[in-house]
């Protein structure tokens, strides 16, 4: 082989091999976007829970086993952000539109939010799924239960707190594990936003707001989970 050929060769390999490494590198990312697209992060376990529904019957983590549920603390009489949410759950029951989903919604005034009460409400909301449980029960507990899914409720001892609460929701697969998507950053949202926003990325709450990108979120890791 004559020298000049020798160079053209050497030269084709300069060029393509920088072009091979930069395809896998673009590969490399390209997987590495569907995987955190399509895969979601386990939190933890759920914690156990047991309370009372509105039907008067007693509802355990153990039950759900089986279903994807999504897991919320509020109260019926809230004037603020539960109706907002309780809305937006509603929005998601209709949407995902399965029998192996559910909805934990756990009151944190369990004084005035008795099982009577609480069908009231499941009624005024218009929760149609068999699987949409309102649970009352001690109110020790439940504080004790919100601290266990790191899901903020006020110290009940505190009257200008016992009733504040967090509006995040935590989405539980089918074997009773806590789990939720990756964000831009590629780290673990860790809990979903039951609340409206004033915009589309959902950084400014606002109780008439007409975006909630959380929930369409939502409804699309739901439906993979319920695959």
């Not at 992060?41 to 549920?69: A, S």
């Not at 009257?159 to 074997?175: C, Q």
């Amino acid at each position: 082989m004559s020298k000049n050929n020798k160079t053209k060769t050497g030269a084709k390999r300069k060029v393509i091999i920088p072009i091979a490494i930069f395809a896998l590198l673009f590969l490399g990312i390209g997987v590495g976007m569907g995987y955190f697209k399509k895969n979601l992060y386990t939190v933890m376990k759920v914690p156990d829970f047991e309370l009372t529904d509105q039907n008067n019957k007693k509802i355990t983590n153990k039950d759900m086993l089986g279903k994807v549920y999504l897991v919320e603390f509020f109260f019926s009489r809230c004037p603020t952000i539960c109706p907002v949410m309780n809305r937006n759950m509603r929005f998601i029951e209709d949407e995902v539109n399965s029998p192996e989903f559910g909805i934990i919604s756990i009151s944190i005034d369990p004084e005035n939010d008795t099982p009577a009460a609480l069908k009231e409400h499941a009624k005024s909301v218009g929760a149609k799924s068999p699987d949409w449980h309102f649970l009352t029960g001690n109110r020790d507990y439940i504080g004790k239960l919100a601290d266990q899914f790191n899901i903020y409720v006020g110290d009940k001892e505190d009257d200008s707190e016992s009733l504040n609460h967090s509006g995040m929701i935590a989405l539980v697969d089918k074997e009773g594990n806590i789990r939720c998507r990756y964000n831009k950053d590629k780290m673990p949202i860790l809990y979903y936003s039951g609340l409206n926003y004033e915009d589309l990325e959902g950084k400014t709450p606002k109780l008439n707001g007409k975006y909630h990108p959380d929930r369409e979120i939502l409804i699309e890791d739901i439906k993979k989970l319920l695959k």
